[in-house]
């Protein structure tokens, strides 16, 4: 049965009403952050997707945002040392939303994971 509203679509915008958008792959990955989100990490996770099409989404606490707006919205996410970090990547081409989604993960562990460290070296490191 069609819909009144499917045969007034002109026919050049007719596939968004066809099973080609079903074939879109969505990425998710779900971890515990390693250390809070930042100002300056949010800075630097927000240049990742613009080496590709796809487009990333970072979720934490019940809110979402846009990888590229992390520089002024990074502390609705409310991200601390243990928050159920989500992460998903799509609207790319062929492979990019896998490869997208382990580089922006892959820098988000490694910066939050480096905030959270104790810097080395130091008087607590010292023997005599």
Known sequence: MRSVW??????RLHWLTTDDVTRS?????EFPAQ???TAEIAQELAWIPG???SSITVSGN?????????????????????TMVTVT??????DED???IRRFV???QSLTGAANTPPKGGLAHRRR
């Open 89 to 94: 990547a799509a609207n790319g081409l062929g």
């Open 98 to 100: 896998r490869l997208a």
């Open 35 to 37: 250390g809070p989100l």
């Open 62 to 82: 019940g809110r979402s945002v846009h990888a590229p707006v992390l520089p002024v919205a990074w502390d609705i996410l409310r991200i601390d040392s243990g």
């Open 106 to 108: 892959d820098r988000f």
């Open 51 to 53: 080496l590709c099409r």
């Open 25 to 29: 792959r969505m990425y998710v990955e």
């Open 6 to 11: 499917s045969e007034r679509i002109p026919a």
